[in-house]
């Protein structure tokens, strides 16, 4: 009788089926009108996480997953795509949000815990002074990210045992993993990224990045369709590291000029021949054959 009276009344029929893809939730029992780009953007968030989860094996049956919430749009983002995946998957892991409170003036760790709390997902925030930590070690105007960051990963790699999770999700994407490898190279002196999953050098936490097909740009579309609460980067004060300012410049002049080329060098990252490098750890040259050495493992030696 229904598909009878579809045909009968097909104006009504489109009139439901437009009504009914003009919109998207981005919170539960929350919609908002969405153009066809937007509604495309959200299945390819939520599609290339999968994918990404998938290829690499990130997530098994009866994980818990920590997603380290920095207040930043990947760290948003992720949350929600995992949380969309859960409701979809045909295995069952659990969700944990932690956002690692350190103590820096100003910081809106209420918003993010109101916007938390519109999720359906539990949630738990550590509150340790870091800031004060690097305040007293790092002289005023020096760049403090990478101890901030490493300060940061040390209390998430301490706290995901004691909360129960066996993985830790971040929300690095492929912007992240490119100017870290192009960073390493120039700089570093070294041919290193930042892996799709990694093992912590105590073995005790592994950690995942679900968001490495995708760009930033496009993240940064979605934050802003979403309105998530934003952290402002600026909120510790600290400058910008100027090489990793310098690099994410040229990766800009790249995307205007060249539509590929952050994507190949990503790629380029998936398929490494040993034999072509200079490396002794990961090929033996006397006899031709490729390592399988301690060297070549990931670790979370990589800056973040």
Request: overall charge positive.
């Amino acid at each position: 009788m229904t598909q009878i009276a579809d045909a009968q009344h097909p104006s009504r029929l489109t009139a439901a089926r437009e009504q009914a893809v003009k919109f998207i939730e981005v919170a539960p029992g929350h919609h908002i009108p969405a153009s066809t780009a937007v509604r495309k953007l959200e299945k390819r968030i939520v599609r290339l996480t999968a994918q990404a989860i998938t290829d690499y094996g990130m997530i098994s049956d009866g994980d818990k997953v920590m997603v380290a919430m920095s207040g930043g749009k990947d760290s948003y983002a992720l949350l929600d795509a995992l949380i969309k995946l859960k409701a979809r998957a045909p295995i069952h892991f659990d969700i944990l949000a932690v956002h690692v409170d350190q103590g820096i003036p100003g910081s809106p760790t209420e918003k993010l815990i109101e916007w938390l709390k519109t999720r359906s997902v539990a949630f738990h925030i550590e509150h340790q002074d870091t800031h004060a930590v690097i305040e007293r070690l790092i002289p005023s105007g020096k760049n403090v990210c990478s101890l901030c960051a490493r300060l940061r990963r040390g209390i998430l790699y301490r706290i995901a045992p004691e909360l129960g999770c066996n993985k830790i999700a971040l929300g690095h994407q492929m912007d992240d993993v490119v100017s870290t490898l192009l960073l390493n190279l120039f700089y570093g002196g070294g041919i290193k990224a930042m892996p799709p999953i990694l093992r912590s050098n105590d073995a005790r936490n592994i950690v995942i990045r679900p968001l490495i097909y995708l760009r930033e740009h496009e993240l940064a579309k979605w934050a802003q369709v979403c309105g998530y609460p934003l952290f402002p980067k600026d909120l510790c004060g600290a400058a910008e590291n100027l090489q990793r300012k310098e690099i994410k410049q040229m990766m800009a002049a790249w995307d205007k000029k060249y539509d590929s080329r952050i994507y190949n060098i990503f790629k380029s990252t998936t398929r490494v021949a040993s034999s072509q490098l200079a490396d002794k750890a990961l090929y033996d040259f006397s006899r031709f054959r490729r390592l399988a050495s301690d060297a070549a493992l990931s670790t979370d030696e990589e800056e973040s």
